[in-house]
């Protein structure tokens, strides 16, 4: 993400002038630059807060996410911040952006009739607890409109069984994104696959849920699947969505140990909710410019 087409929207997400932010770069390792970086907080009369830094030796690059508080001017704290920065970047080649720490995410949630995944995103982000509005809620079955519009969320459904539908739901994606100015499109259990054309335009801002079984266990019925093998761990997978079905860089796992008495359907209860709490997380950290990309990998700054 370059700077220069990530420019950061505070003003509509705070009330207030915000005095915190966080400021996530990568760039090809070298000296000086963490020296050069806080030097920059510095100068822009900044204080740094929480800082964390990895360098790959798989890539040769490297990453830093810092979050700063403005210690004068918070009014004007941005503008000599994002000054000082430039100058560092354009020196090190760096794709950086900068943002105010908790501002919401503009996300379109896209659905299919599974609906937990729908409900535990909705359910945070009206408590509070998760950094993100909800412009709409898409889907291509009518089932998640009552725990959208309970939430409060706007809910649209369009059918998708033959190729015109499809596309037709594709170009109403691609509306809506510019439309709401949409940040983030989350896959929550949305069961159609996206074609390679929409993956493009979606690269780096999409992430989808699955359970962990892949590539095993394919199907409408996995956890009978899995059931039938006697499986002794149920997971989730949390991935950004690539033109490669199921094999983005992953973002985050989890799972449970079952044993034999568990039934097919205690396994998909078991599976849904970590599906959920999995999803769920690799939303919040994306919200909070927590997931850098380094190739077909993740570095997640927890």
């Known amino acids: 993400m370059n700077a220069s087409t990530d420019a950061?929207?505070?003003?509509?997400?705070?009330?207030?002038?915000?005095?915190?932010?966080?400021?996530?770069?990568?760039?090809?390792?070298?000296?000086?630059?963490?020296?050069?970086i806080s030097g920059a907080v510095v100068?822009?009369?900044?204080?740094?807060?929480?800082?964390?830094q990895f360098a790959s030796h798989d890539t040769g690059k490297f990453f830093m996410r810092l979050q700063v508080e403005a210690t004068e001017a918070a009014d004007s704290f941005e503008e000599r911040f994002r000054s000082a920065i430039t100058k560092v970047a354009d020196h090190f080649s760096m794709d950086w952006?900068?943002?105010?720490?908790?501002?919401?995410?503009?996300?379109?949630?896209?659905?299919?009739?599974?609906?937990?995944?729908?409900?535990?995103?909705?359910?945070?982000?009206?408590?509070?607890?998760?950094?993100?509005?909800?412009?709409?809620?898409?889907?291509?079955?009518?089932?998640?409109?009552?725990?959208?519009?309970f939430y409060g969320a706007p809910f649209e459904s369009r059918p998708v069984t033959n190729a015109a539908e499809k596309q037709a739901f594709e170009n109403r994606v691609r509306e809506v994104v510019a439309e709401h100015d949409i940040e983030l499109v989350v896959l929550a259990r949305y069961m159609q696959i996206l074609?390679?054309?929409?993956?493009?335009?979606?690269?780096?801002?999409?992430?989808n849920i699955h359970h962990?079984?892949?590539?095993?266990?394919?199907?409408?019925?996995?956890?009978?699947?899995?059931?039938?093998?006697?499986?002794?761990?149920?997971?989730?997978?949390?991935?950004?969505?690539?033109?490669?079905?199921?094999?983005?860089?992953?973002?985050?796992?989890?799972?449970?140990?079952?044993?034999?008495?568990?039934?097919?359907?205690?396994?998909?209860?078991?599976?849904?909710?970590?599906?959920?709490?999995?999803?769920?997380?690799?939303v919040q950290w994306f919200a909070e410019r927590r997931v850098l990309l380094d190739g077909d990998r993740t570095v997640i700054f927890r």
């Open 43 to 52: 100068q822009a009369k900044g204080n740094i807060l929480e800082s964390q």
């Open 97 to 149: 952006a900068l943002d105010a720490v908790g501002r919401p995410v503009r996300t379109l949630i896209l659905a299919s009739k599974a609906t937990h995944c729908v409900n535990d995103l909705l359910f945070r982000k009206h408590g509070g607890t998760l950094p993100i509005e909800v412009p709409l809620v898409l889907a291509n079955h009518e089932t998640p409109r009552d725990i959208s519009e």
């Open 212 to 282: 962990s079984f892949l590539p095993g266990f394919k199907g409408a019925n996995p956890y009978r699947q899995a059931h039938e093998r006697g499986v002794k761990l149920v997971g989730a997978t949390a991935h950004y969505v690539t033109t490669d079905l199921d094999e983005g860089p992953i973002i985050e796992q989890d799972v449970a140990r079952v044993d034999h008495g568990y039934s097919p359907e205690q396994l998909m209860q078991l599976g849904q909710d970590e599906e959920a709490r999995t999803l769920r997380r690799a």
């Open 195 to 207: 074609s390679p054309e929409l993956c493009e335009f979606l690269s780096g801002r999409a992430i």
């Open 8 to 36: 950061p929207r505070p003003a509509a997400a705070h009330s207030h002038t915000p005095t915190e932010w966080v400021l996530t770069f990568s760039c090809v390792d070298g000296p000086g630059i963490v020296h050069d």
